[in-house]
């Protein structure tokens, strides 16, 4: 099991930056695929990025492809979610998530989960 904390978020004008970073605990992290998903108020948890163990491979939803960068470091168990030309809409709660073997777009096959941390994008 790997124990997940999240950092970075908070209140940001549209078009700006912010960087979250995720935290693991635990030896089995650098085997382990790590993604990054968003619940804003009223909706569903959804997919923001995900990237494998070997960092060979990343994912993004559509909606941030080009905007976001996901990318890990293995020697300080954290993963990172680069976040620029942020928009009103990517205001939610983001949360990091690990699987094992490989990443995968799906919230149900995640394991492991942060408590989320707030990303708020005025106008």
């Known amino acids: 099991q790997v124990q997940l904390v999240e950092s970075g978020g908070g209140l940001v004008q549209a078009g700006g930056s912010l960087r979250l970073s995720c935290a693991a605990s635990g030896r089995t992290f650098s085997t382990r695929a790590m993604g990054w998903f968003r619940q804003a108020p009223g909706k569903e948890r959804e997919f923001v990025a995900a990237?494998?163990?070997?960092?060979?491979?990343?994912y993004y939803a559509d909606s941030v492809k080009g905007r976001f960068t996901i990318s890990r470091d293995n020697a300080k168990n954290t993963v990172y979610l680069q976040m620029n030309s942020l928009k009103p809409e990517d205001t939610a709660v983001y949360y990091c998530?690990?699987?094992?073997?490989?990443?995968?777009?799906?919230?149900?096959?995640?394991?492991?989960w942060g408590q989320g941390t707030q990303v708020t994008v005025s106008t």
């Open positions: 998530a690990a699987r094992w073997p490989g990443a995968s777009t799906r919230e149900s096959e995640y394991k492991d």
């Open positions: 990237i494998s163990w070997s960092d060979s491979n990343t």
